[in-house]
């Protein structure tokens, strides 16, 4: 029976999660719960927002326990090819913002020559995600019936709250999906050697901040359908 890691952001993420989990998992940040979903042993947490956050607690998740998969979920925010409510699955995460600015502009990290982490592979901004478990889980979420699109995602530390800077941004990586904590998480499950992917519901398109057209419960609760039919799978 595989050992699953769960991370989430926030308690908002993952109201659907806790009603279904064998045990009572904690909404305070940093807490790790251990129980039972679909049969198999589920360590689930909240990292907080942000890389810092994020990084901290895959650390501990993966220090304390022997995990075979790590999944992180939420919610994110779309450039354009996706909606509101849509499933988005991760081909990869990049650090959008970590490089150097020169005078034609920003340039990533391999210009600078330094790579954010050397092991069998040099990575600069870019993780790729385990690409079977990226398609068990485009699979198993098309197959319950959400609207699902995988691409590349963009972490930052600075949201994208204009339509100029989110273009700025999805130009980089030719991105799909905005957030705050998947290329910090998927560096470590890269130091640890953790097969992982990242799944988000839409809950809003990047652009002029407009918070009356975010829909933040749809999109966590789609997350969550396909979350744990990808856990029924594994």
């Known amino acids: 029976m595989p050992n699953i890691a769960l991370i989430t952001p926030t308690s908002l993420e993952s109201e659907d999660?806790?009603?279904e989990f064998k045990t009572s998992p904690d909404e305070k940040q940093g807490v790790i719960s251990k129980g039972y979903l679909h049969g198999k042993s589920i360590v689930f947490s909240h990292c907080g927002v942000g890389k810092v956050n994020a990084a901290h607690l895959?650390?501990?998740?993966?220090?304390?326990?022997?995990?075979?998969?790590?999944i992180l979920f939420g919610v994110g925010g779309a450039y354009s090819d996706a909606t509101v409510g849509?499933?988005?699955?991760?081909?990869?995460e990049n650090?959008?913002?970590?490089?150097?600015?020169?005078?034609?502009?920003?340039?990533?990290?391999?210009?600078?020559?330094?790579?954010l982490l050397k092991n069998e592979i040099?990575?600069?901004?870019?993780?790729?995600?385990?690409?079977?478990?990226?398609?068990?889980?485009?699979?198993?979420?098309?197959?319950?019936?959400?609207?699902?699109?995988?691409?590349?995602?963009?972490?930052?530390?600075?949201c994208s709250g204009t339509r100029v800077s989110g273009e700025i941004m999805q130009k980089r990586f030719n991105g799909l999906c905005e957030n705050m904590e998947g290329a910090a998480v998927s560096h470590i499950c890269a130091i640890y050697g953790i097969p992982m992917i990242e799944i988000r519901g839409i809950s809003n398109m990047i652009?002029?901040?407009?918070?009356?057209?975010?829909?933040?419960?749809?999109?966590?609760?789609?997350?969550?359908?396909?979350?744990?039919?990808?856990?029924?799978?594994?």
């Not at 650390?59 to 998969?69: A, F, G, K, M, S």
């Not at 849509?86 to 990869?92: F, H, I, P, Q, Y």
């Not at 959400?146 to 691409?151: A, D, E, R, S």
């Not at 652009?207 to 029924?232: H, M, Q, T, Y």
Request: proline share 4%; hydrophobic share 40%; aromatic share 10%.
């Open 58 to 70: 895959t650390t501990v998740v993966l220090e304390r326990n022997d995990i075979d998969y790590l």
């Open 17 to 19: 999660l806790r009603r």
């Open 95 to 115: 650090y959008a913002e970590e490089g150097v600015i020169i005078g034609e502009g920003w340039k990533p990290m391999d210009f600078t020559g330094f790579a």
């Open 122 to 158: 040099e990575y600069f901004n870019t993780f790729p995600m385990d690409r079977k478990l990226m398609q068990l889980a485009i699979n198993a979420s098309k197959d319950v019936g959400l609207h699902t699109i995988p691409g590349n995602f963009i972490t930052v530390s600075q």
């Open 207 to 234: 652009g002029d901040r407009n918070l009356n057209k975010w829909n933040i419960p749809l999109a966590a609760s789609n997350c969550w359908k396909a979350v744990s039919e990808i856990i029924k799978r594994l």
């Open 86 to 92: 849509d499933v988005v699955v991760a081909r990869n």
